[in-house]
Structures are given as C-alpha cells and as structure tokens.
C-alpha cells in the first residue's frame, strides 16, 4: 500500500470553533483510486473535515495536501485549478434551485474557455445519465425532484468536470434502503469506471460495507485508525468495537460480527 | 490516463489503412477542438482510431470518440490501442450514452389554447372559492370564540394588534402625511390657473378622506401584514407544525387565523384614522406654505366645505380591505408546501393578490357609492 500514489495528505491538523476543539494533530492519507469511508460519532468533524480538505474551512494548524497542492497556502490560480480536479457532493445534493437540473450540470462546465455550448449540453446530459437519471430529469427543476434524485443530480454536477477526487457527505441519508444500495453500488461503479478517488463522509454501515476499500475512523479528535472492514472488527477501542459490533452493524456485516462478538 | 493538465493534442489524418491516430489530450478542454477537426476528416476514409499515443482521456473525449458513431452509415469505427482504463471509461459511457426520450408531446392547436385557457379560469375561480372558504372558517371560528370565550387567544391578539397596528404607525403617518404635502402642491399649481386656491382646502380633504388615506394605508398594510403572515404561517407549514396542531386537537382556524385576521379588522380603521389625520396635516401645511392659507382658514373651509359623509364613506371601506389582507395572507401561507422555494413565491403571490384585490374593492366601492349617490 505504501507505492501506491497519496492524492490528499493531511498532517497535524487542528479545528477548532471557539474553545471547542473538534481536531488535535489529525493525519490522514487517501490513496488514488479508493474509496476511503469516514465515521465517527455524532460531532467528532466528520463534516468538519470534508469542509477542511475542501478548503471551506480553514484550520488552526496543520497541513493540508492535495494532488500535491498546498490548499492552505496556494494562490488564487492554483486552487482554481485545483478546485476543477475535485468535486463536492453536499447532503441534500445542494443544487441551484432556480437552475434545472441540466443547467446545474454545465454550471462548472462554464468555466471552460471555448467548450461549445451544444457540446456542455450533451455532456451534461451523459453526466446525468451516467448517474442514472432519466433524460427528461435534466429539464426539471430541484424541487420537481425527489430526495434520492437530488443526490444524483449533485453527483452529476460533482463529476462534471471528470475530478480526480469526488467529496460525499453523507450520500445515503435519508434515502430509503433501496434507493441508498442503488447508490451504494452507482458509486461504487463510478469510480471503477472512471478511476475516481472518492472520499465519503456516512453514518451508514451498509454503505461501508458495500463501498468502502477502507475506513478511518474519528475519534478522540484524531483518525483513530484506519483500515478494511475486517480490520476495523478486530480493533480494540470501545467505541469502535461497540459501532462495528452493535445491532445494527451485526445486520449490515452478518458473517463475520456474529462470530467476533 | 496521466495526471499533467496538458491542453495539447493532435489528430493524423487517416492513412491508406484508414487508421487516425489521435495523440495528446482529449478531456473536457479539448473536446471542442478534437470533435471539429474528427468532423473536418472524411468519414468515407475513417475506419479505425489509434488511441495508443492519448495521454489523457475523461468523459468528454470518450464521449466525442463514441459520438462519431452515432448514425453513422459506412460501419463503426473501431478504435484500437486504448489502454485498459480507456477501455473501460469507453465502455461505460458507451453505456451511459442517453438515449433521448421526446419530450412530452406540446399541443399548440387552438382547442389546447382553449383548454389551457379554461383551466386558468377555472383555478382562478376554484382560487375565489378558496378563499371564500377562508372567509367561512374566519366567521365560524370567530362566532365560536364569542360562544365560548376560553378558547379565544386574547394575548395572541394584542401581539398581533401590536405587530399590525402600533408598529405600522410612523410608515402610515409618513406616507399619508407626503400624500398631503403633493396633493397640496399640485392642486395649487393648477387650481391657481383658475384663481380658485382656495378650493385646494375642499380638493385634499375629499380625495384623502375617501379615497387616498384609506387605500393607501391599505395597500403598505397589504405589503407588510399579507407577507408577514404568509411567511409565519407558511414557515409553519413548511416544518408541519401546523399538522402538529391537529394531530393535538389545536384548530389552526382559531389559533392562527382569527387573531391575526381580527387584529387586522380592528387596526385597520385606526390606522385609516391616523393617515387621514396625517394627510390632512400635511395638505394644510403645504397650503400654508404654497398658498398662504392659514391654519385657521384651512380649517374653517374643511369644516365649511367637507360634508362628514366622506370620513365615513373612507373608513367604511377599512374593514373589508382588512378582511381581504388578512384572508388572502393566511390562505397563502397555507398554501406553502414542504420547500422553501414555495415560501418565498407564495409569500410574493399574497402581496400582489392582496394589493391587487384591494384596488379591486376600492372600485367597487366607488360605484356602489356613486349609484347610492354618497
């Protein structure tokens, strides 16, 4: 694992709001071409971090390191473009509510010098498509759209450029459990086929399980540890023994928590 | 695919084989310039793309290869020498390929016309019937607070007194106090053409008392009330508290719609009084100023020349327009689904049917009272 390329590279970073000190000396490291799974309990800065790495919240300390860019320190022309090798999908998909779902696509296509505007719009139509929308979605509007629908639209618009790295938050809250395995495996598809990094912030054990090559867990303000599922069911922690053992961890990994516990 | 952002690339015309050899960099930046050039190239003469020298290839350029095979008639091209990645980035955007569905048949004929144009009749008027409706709920839940006195909300009243009428105070004055200050001034300035300044005095009072100090109170009170109580009650019904409410046995009716649509009934006519006394006010300083009719004078002609039936036409009028606002707002508000842009375009909808229906009634009104003969 140590060959293999660190697109993001975090090194002792502190956040903290206030006197609240959400992370302490965090490391971690996203290889190219996983998808690394983040968990921790409620307010341990899972989110937090996403925003960090993002660049949309600046920490107190510490570095962060992305596709071999210093974000914290880099100027105005290299984070942009950077910024087009990354892509973000927010919970409820954050898509511009006065676009259709077309127009939300092609809005980082824009950006593009010369790309021709029937060209944007094939694109953004394959971008829909590719994430498994209907063709005629591309003409409504968010607030036509169901829940699910709307995360798919924001992971069209995160991919529209082809990133290198693509942000989830929390892609499967509050979607059912079909439509959340759907997009369990629509991910998992994506960055086979496109050879995508994607780093996913989820409460949700199934989608671990389904997705994830590997999973850091955050705890105590740092990554507590990381590594596969199996290995997350051997670590020691309380905490981490109680999520991966728990009820609901026994139904979403039946094989193998019934024989640890 | 390599990561260097390198923006060039280069396409070899076909050889006898028949084989393009494409090289460089076919992403998103590229692709316009790759798909004009693969469009230059003769497709009698194209059978193969040689991908072997791309160094690059997302999406897009996947995207542009594939689409040179859509409809082509002389056979598919092959493309040859992609890497395994390449490979598969084309095989699942060739999957991906979205198939264009027509969209919904639009029916331009004169009977679609007429069919859409019925049915904004008829929502138009199932709209009347909504807020009739409201009216009825207003006036059953109004006689049930008088029949039992406990389930009324006196507090929620006065808060709403306070909201509606205390703080709507300097706005109504100010205005109705400019309100006199023009009408002063441009009734001078053609009533002195006639030498006949004095009927200023008679030309303010009337059109303020019946007309102007009411309607324009109405219509700011239409601005700030309609949209304040679409926007509480729909924020709301936006977070199902009012569904909340009648799972606890609370009427909505009751607790959200008669104290606010009453305290309108009640602040409506005092504010009215207020903008009159106002534009009065500033008539008469302006006369005073402009023309040089004292206080004194103004006032011994308004008395002299104003028949008190004008104050009563004005104000007779506050308690309809009130009930419109108020009616008008709730029903908006209800109206807000579980969306916040739906809380903003209804919140927009009430102000405009409200100042809308109020010049409405201001009109009828004025027929009513013109065939009475007030």
């Given at each position: 694992?140590?060959?293999?390329?660190v697109?993001?590279?975090?090194?002792g970073?502190?956040?903290?709001?206030?006197?609240?000190v959400?992370?302490?000396?965090?490391?971690?490291d996203?290889?190219?071409?996983?998808?690394?799974?983040?968990?921790?309990?409620?307010g341990t800065?899972?989110?937090?971090?996403?925003?960090t790495?993002?660049?949309?919240?600046?920490?107190?300390?510490g570095?962060v390191?992305?596709?071999?860019?210093?974000?914290?320190?880099?100027?105005?022309?290299?984070?942009?473009?950077?910024?087009?090798?990354?892509?973000v999908?927010?919970?409820?998909?954050?898509?511009?509510?006065s676009l259709?779902?077309?127009?939300?696509?092609?809005?980082?296509?824009?950006?593009?010098?010369?790309?021709?505007p029937?060209?944007?719009?094939?694109?953004?139509?394959?971008?829909?498509?590719?994430?498994?929308?209907?063709?005629?979605?591309?003409d409504k509007?968010?607030?036509?759209?169901?829940?699910?629908?709307r995360?798919?639209?924001?992971?069209?618009?995160?991919?529209?450029?082809?990133p290198?790295?693509?942000?989830?938050?929390?892609?499967?809250?509050?979607?059912?459990?079909?439509?959340?395995?759907?997009?369990?495996?629509?991910?998992?598809?994506?960055?086979h086929?496109?050879?995508?990094?994607?780093f996913l912030?989820?409460?949700?054990?199934?989608?671990?399980h389904?997705?994830?090559?590997?999973?850091?867990?955050?705890?105590e303000?740092?990554?507590?540890?990381?590594?596969?599922?199996?290995?997350?069911?051997?670590?020691?922690?309380?905490?981490v023994?109680?999520?991966?053992?728990?009820?609901?961890?026994?139904a979403?990994?039946?094989?193998?928590?019934?024989?640890?516990? | 695919?390599?990561?260097?952002?390198?923006?060039?690339?280069?396409?070899?015309?076909?050889?006898?084989?028949?084989?393009?050899?494409?090289?460089?960099?076919?992403t998103?930046r590229?692709?316009?310039?790759?798909r004009?050039?693969?469009?230059?190239?003769d497709?009698?003469?194209l059978?193969?793309?040689?991908l072997?020298?791309?160094?690059?290839?997302?999406?897009?350029?996947?995207w542009?290869?594939?689409?040179l095979?859509?409809?082509?008639?002389?056979?598919?091209?092959?493309?040859?020498?992609?890497?395994?990645?390449?490979?598969?980035?084309?095989n699942?955007?060739?999957?991906?390929?979205?198939?264009?569905?027509?969209?919904?048949?639009?029916?331009?004929?004169?009977?679609?016309?007429?069919?859409?144009?019925?049915?904004?009749?008829?929502?138009?008027?199932?709209?009347?019937?909504?807020?009739?409706?409201?009216?009825?709920?207003?006036?059953?839940?109004?006689?049930r607070?008088?029949?039992?006195?406990?389930?009324?909300?006196l507090?929620?009243?006065v808060?709403?007194?306070?909201?509606?009428?205390?703080k709507?105070?300097?706005?109504?004055?100010?205005?109705?106090?400019l309100?006199?200050?023009?009408?002063?001034?441009?009734?001078?300035?053609?009533?002195?053409q006639?030498?006949a300044?004095?009927?200023?005095?008679?030309?303010?009072?009337?059109?303020?008392?019946?007309?102007?100090?009411i309607?324009?109170?109405?219509?700011?009170?239409?601005?700030?009330?309609?949209?304040a109580?679409?926007a509480?009650?729909?924020?709301?019904?936006?977070r199902?508290?009012?569904?909340?409410?009648?799972?606890?046995?609370?009427?909505?009716?009751?607790?959200?719609?008669?104290?606010?649509?009453l305290?309108?009934?009640?602040?409506?006519?005092?504010?009215?009084?207020?903008?009159?006394?106002?534009g009065?006010?500033?008539?008469?300083?302006?006369?005073?100023?402009d023309?040089?009719i004292?206080?004194?004078?103004?006032?011994?002609?308004?008395?002299?020349?104003?028949?008190v039936?004008?104050?009563?036409?004005?104000?007779?009028?506050a308690?309809?327009?009130?009930?419109?606002?108020?009616?008008?707002g709730?029903?908006?508000?209800?109206?807000?689904?579980?969306?916040?842009e739906?809380?903003g375009?209804?919140?927009?909808?009430?102000?405009?049917?409200?100042?809308f229906?109020?010049?409405?009634?201001?009109?009828v009104f004025s027929?009513?009272?013109?065939?009475?003969?007030?």
């Amino acid at each position: 694992m140590s060959e293999r390329e660190v697109v993001i590279k975090l090194r002792g970073i502190r956040n903290q709001f206030g006197r609240q000190v959400v992370h302490e000396d965090l490391d971690l490291d996203v290889y190219r071409g996983e998808i690394l799974g983040v968990v921790g309990g409620s307010g341990t800065g899972k989110s937090v971090l996403l925003r960090t790495i993002a660049g949309l919240q600046k920490p107190a300390a510490g570095s962060v390191d992305v596709l071999g860019t210093d974000v914290l320190n880099a100027d105005e022309d290299t984070r942009q473009k950077l910024e087009s090798r990354w892509g973000v999908m927010f919970q409820d998909g954050a898509l511009f509510s006065s676009l259709t779902v077309r127009e939300n696509v092609e809005v980082p296509m824009r950006a593009i010098p010369g790309l021709d505007p029937q060209i944007r719009r094939d694109l953004a139509d394959l971008k829909i498509s590719m994430v498994g929308l209907q063709y005629l979605a591309g003409d409504k509007y968010p607030s036509e759209l169901s829940g699910g629908m709307r995360k798919r639209a924001g992971l069209a618009r995160a991919l529209a450029l082809d990133p290198d790295i693509v942000f989830l938050d929390e892609p499967t809250a509050g979607l059912d459990p079909i439509g959340a395995s759907a997009f369990d495996q629509l991910i998992r598809g994506l960055s086979h086929s496109l050879g995508l990094t994607v780093f996913l912030v989820t409460h949700d054990l199934d989608t671990l399980h389904a997705t994830c090559d590997r999973i850091a867990v955050l705890a105590e303000r740092k990554v507590l540890v990381t590594g596969s599922m199996a290995d997350m069911l051997e670590v020691d922690h309380p905490w981490v023994h109680e999520y991966f053992h728990g009820p609901r961890a026994r139904a979403a990994v039946p094989d193998k928590t019934t024989k640890g516990d | 695919m390599t990561n260097g952002d390198d923006t060039g690339f280069s396409v070899q015309p076909a050889d006898d084989d028949g084989t393009v050899r494409l090289s460089g960099a076919l992403t998103i930046r590229t692709v316009t310039e790759v798909r004009n050039q693969l469009k230059a190239l003769d497709p009698s003469t194209l059978r193969r793309i040689d991908l072997s020298s791309v160094s690059r290839l997302d999406t897009a350029g996947a995207w542009v290869l594939l689409s040179l095979n859509r409809g082509a008639e002389t056979g598919q091209i092959a493309f040859t020498g992609a890497s395994a990645e390449a490979e598969s980035l084309l095989n699942s955007v060739q999957q991906a390929l979205p198939k264009p569905e027509a969209p919904p048949a639009h029916d331009s004929s004169f009977s679609a016309w007429l069919g859409q144009f019925g049915q904004r009749v008829y929502s138009g008027l199932m709209f009347l019937r909504a807020l009739t409706g409201y009216l009825g709920i207003f006036l059953h839940r109004l006689a049930r607070a008088i029949r039992h006195p406990s389930e009324f909300k006196l507090t929620s009243l006065v808060h709403h007194c306070e909201e509606v009428g205390l703080k709507a105070v300097p706005i109504v004055a100010l205005m109705a106090f400019l309100i006199g200050v023009v009408l002063a001034f441009q009734g001078s300035t053609q009533l002195r053409q006639f030498g006949a300044e004095v009927f200023v005095v008679d030309l303010i009072a009337i059109s303020i008392l019946r007309e102007l100090g009411i309607l324009l109170t109405a219509i700011i009170v239409a601005g700030r009330t309609a949209s304040a109580f679409t926007a509480a009650i729909g924020s709301m019904k936006m977070r199902e508290e009012i569904d909340a409410m009648r799972t606890l046995g609370l009427d909505p009716g009751m607790n959200l719609f008669v104290p606010r649509i009453l305290a309108l009934l009640i602040m409506l006519p005092i504010l009215g009084l207020i903008a009159n006394i106002a534009g009065l006010f500033g008539g008469a300083l302006m006369a005073w100023i402009d023309l040089g009719i004292s206080p004194a004078m103004f006032t011994t002609r308004l008395v002299e020349g104003t028949a008190v039936s004008h104050v009563f036409v004005g104000l007779v009028k506050a308690p309809v327009f009130a009930m419109i606002i108020g009616i008008v707002g709730c029903h908006a508000g209800m109206q807000v689904q579980s969306n916040a842009e739906s809380l903003g375009r209804m919140t927009s909808n009430a102000v405009v049917t409200a100042i809308f229906a109020v010049i409405v009634a201001d009109a009828v009104f004025s027929i009513f009272f013109a065939r009475i003969g007030i």
